[in-house]
């Protein structure tokens, strides 16, 4: 059905170098999260007249990083320019940012990013990588449709912002989150960038369908937000088309409550932004030298840990490419693979138990209570006999809750795992008085033993060994 539609989905990918100590063109901090409002500014990144920007030459190199994992090409010289636009989060009125038209020359141009969607391959090319310094953060109260009036706070404005524009090359939501993935790996691995800031990484999505114009999504700040954007947006638009209404070129802001896209603004275009050079900053030539520098010092990479992790650990592809979907992941596994040596079996219990918990509790791996010494000691105690894998499962769940450790819950609520025959036997018995019609079945039919086993492990709350316990019912069945 999406297919006959044609849909286009581009991202303009906002990415904080977050790793930076100073903003881009002046000595204030860049660690603004928690500060007072208004309390990182100076005449430079507040735009008082005659204060003249420096360019941090380390966010130039950081950027030159990401340009490379990208497989992008790097100017030999980029430009600066003046980006115009009157609102309330510039106060200079314009925005020192790039541009590939009129002369103007970003850092790098063309590039890709490879993924996987349901086992299927996928490349995403990439358009051009800018630098920009970032506005101010506006402040709502209530929604931005609502609110009677908006703060301001300038502690954000003169942030390393790094602009990464894809091709069009996306057709589905669900493509835009992977790729999104794969892009936040990539950054992570490279240090340059943490996704757990909150506002650290935006995007702004532009998608059209066959037949209807281009709308612009701004500013949506998280994966699962960009994906249920973009499936909101592409409804609403084939609704118009049905219907016989035009999709008009416009800007469009999601509302996080509502779940809805809502207009803001019919969408400027670039004529209206009035790029010109900025004249205070001169030309960055970028040496062939320099950029072999930082290659040199570059970390290994996603795509590369991955092939490492699928040699060194022996796991499966699909194995190694969720692992390494997540830097702070592909670190607990390694870390665990140092004291457990079973990879799979870590592979397994992480992307299983793991990552279900924490999907349920909201928290990422960042986030775990639980360390490494202790998920390695739960696998441990099942292997030692101590619990089930049952009781296992529902040990990490409470541990990632609380933060208890695991072996402590044991102790605590008395889960070690029942291997006393004479005890087991005592249930089983029980539950034949309590259940005869399903031990009836049960002769009949051998998939019926498992209602039986499930009762006894029911009674005994997932303690009773399953080997004795399945071994004692067959016996009994048989009337030995």
Not at 159 to 169: F, G, K, Q, S, W
Not at 238 to 257: M, N, P, S, Y
Request: a positive charge; aromatic letters at 8%.
């Amino acid at each position: 059905m999406d297919e006959d539609l044609d849909i286009k989905i581009g991202l303009e990918v906002h990415v904080q170098l977050t790793a930076l100590k100073t903003k881009l063109f002046c000595k204030c901090s860049a660690n603004y999260r928690g500060m007072p409002p208004n309390t990182l500014t100076c005449p430079v990144c507040l735009g008082h007249p005659g204060a003249l920007p420096v360019l941090n030459k380390k966010a130039v190199e950081y950027a030159i990083m990401v340009a490379l994992a990208l497989n992008s090409s790097i100017s030999p010289q980029m430009l600066f320019f003046r980006k115009n636009y009157f609102y309330v989060d510039l106060p200079k009125n314009f925005q020192i940012s790039q541009y590939d038209k009129a002369g103007g020359v970003p850092l790098s141009v063309g590039g890709w990013v490879e993924f996987s969607v349901n086992g299927e391959k996928k490349r995403v090319r990439i358009r051009r990588i800018q630098l920009e310094e970032d506005p101010a953060r506006l402040v709502y109260p209530g929604t931005i449709t609502t609110a009677p009036y908006t703060l301001v706070d300038f502690n954000r404005a003169g942030v390393a912002l790094l602009e990464i524009v894809t091709e069009p090359d996306i057709k589905t939501p669900e493509e835009a989150y992977f790729f999104l993935q794969k892009l936040r790996s990539i950054l992570e691995h490279l240090g340059v960038s943490s996704e757990n800031m909150q506002g650290s990484m935006r995007c702004d999505a532009n998608i059209s369908i066959k037949g209807g114009a281009r709308v612009e999504i701004k500013n949506i700040s998280s994966f699962k937000d960009v994906y249920r954007a973009l499936q909101y947006e592409i409804i609403r638009q084939k609704q118009q088309l049905k219907h016989g209404i035009a999709t008009v070129q416009e800007t469009r802001h999601w509302d996080e409550d509502r779940q809805i896209t809502v207009s803001l603004r019919v969408k400027e275009t670039e004529s209206d932004y009035r790029y010109f050079p900025e004249p205070d900053l001169v030309p960055v030539r970028i040496s062939e030298e320099w950029i072999k520098k930082i290659a040199a010092q570059m970390p290994e990479l996603p795509d590369a840990r991955k092939e490492r992790f699928i040699s060194e650990y022996k796991i499966t592809e699909y194995d190694a490419t969720v692992l390494t979907s997540n830097k702070k992941l592909a670190d607990f596994f390694e870390e665990c693979c140092k004291l457990y040596p079973n990879p799979k079996k870590l592979a397994n219990w992480i992307m299983g138990d793991l990552l279900r918990n924490l999907n349920e509790t909201g928290l990422d791996v960042t986030q775990l209570a639980i360390t490494v010494e202790q998920f390695v000691d739960l696998l441990k105690m099942i292997d030692e006999g101590i619990i089930s894998a049952k009781i296992a499962k529902r040990i990490l769940r409470e541990a990632v809750r609380t933060g208890k450790p695991p072996r402590k819950i044991v102790e605590d609520e008395g889960l070690l795992k029942i291997d006393d025959e004479e005890f087991i036997a005592k249930i089983v018995d029980e539950v034949f008085r309590e259940f005869p019609k399903a031990v009836e079945d049960a002769k009949k039919d051998r998939r019926a033993v498992n209602f039986l086993v499930g009762q006894v492990m029911r009674k005994t709350r997932g303690r009773a060994d399953p080997n004795i316990t399945n071994k004692m019912i067959l016996s009994r069945l048989e009337g030995k």
